[in-house]
């Protein structure tokens, strides 16, 4: 099982490319489609992939809800959905969400017992670089996320360029991830150039098709959007040829808005979604 790879087959067919994300920010308030025990996390993952994920993404947390990177949380979590048959790649996040100083992230990483094959790693967190080679050196994949549209055009692509010249001479092991505020073209604008599901290079999005060519960064995209901007994202992710991410970390709700019921009910639904995308694109090319 590897967590590198970006062109393998899988139960979302050969174009859809979706890393759910089991439960993000989120508590046990915020409604029963929300895993939190290890056990539960195994069975929302199996169901994810038998609807179409390619990846899991999980926030490992302590018995009373609180986000941790400590082996004695992380480990548990991992074997538990190893266990349960979960195959596919699996993610942690290592952020100040669950590890507020930068020095304390490294040390956590360091003493993980239990490996994840990726974990996500924030360009604009202090640490984010000292963090990433540290996975690396212990041979876990990173995706490095850049803001995209939260604090102004310029400064999300200053992000991303940044990140995109750390991540030259690391191709396989690293990839970028967008985090849209809106699906805004004009905001992932000369930044995609590569396909996102496959190795080699392909057609971007021309003029009139979404972002225009200018000095793409050649590494593998991920996008994603929460709350409102997670489907409209998740549509312009198709466009792109970017993965994307979907599941109850990012969304509560549906397309057509009905409240989901599970990650697999949403990962079923955003592999629709994809075919729909993937469809009108290729019709207006």
Not at 84 to 109: K, Q
């Amino acid at each position: 099982m590897s967590g590198r790879g970006f062109g393998a087959a899988g139960p979302g067919g050969a174009g859809a490319w979706i890393q759910v994300a089991l439960n993000g920010a989120r508590g046990a308030a915020e409604g029963a489609a929300v895993p939190m025990s290890p056990q539960a996390l195994a069975q929302s993952a199996l169901g994810a992939v038998a609807a179409g994920a390619r990846e899991v993404l999980v926030h490992p947390r302590t018995p009373c809800g609180r986000e941790s990177l400590s082996p004695r949380v992380v480990g548990p979590v991992l074997e538990a959905m190893r266990g349960a048959g979960v195959s596919v790649p699996l993610g942690v996040p290592v952020d100040a969400a669950a590890e507020p100083d930068p020095a304390g992230r490294l040390e956590r990483v360091r003493s993980w017992a239990v490996l994840p094959e990726r974990a996500v790693v924030r360009w604009a967190e202090a640490g984010a670089r000292e963090s990433a080679s540290a996975l690396l050196a212990r041979g876990v994949a990173v995706d490095m996320v850049v803001p995209l549209g939260t604090s102004g055009h310029a400064e999300g692509a200053g992000y991303a360029e940044g990140a995109g010249a750390w991540v030259a001479g690391r191709a396989g092991r690293v990839r970028l991830v967008g985090e849209l505020a809106e699906a805004d073209p004009a905001l992932v604008a000369g930044l995609i150039s590569a396909p996102f599901a496959g190795p080699g290079r392909g057609p971007g999005v021309g003029p009139g098709r979404g972002p225009a060519p200018g000095r793409p960064l050649s590494v593998p995209w991920l996008l994603f959007g929460r709350e409102a901007a997670a489907w409209p994202v998740l549509r312009l992710a198709v466009r792109c040829g970017a993965g994307t991410r979907i599941g109850v970390g990012e969304v509560l709700s549906l397309p057509d808005g009905r409240p989901a019921r599970s990650n697999a009910e949403l990962v079923a639904a955003a592999v629709r979604e994809w075919a729909r995308a993937a469809t009108a694109t290729a019709a207006s090319r």
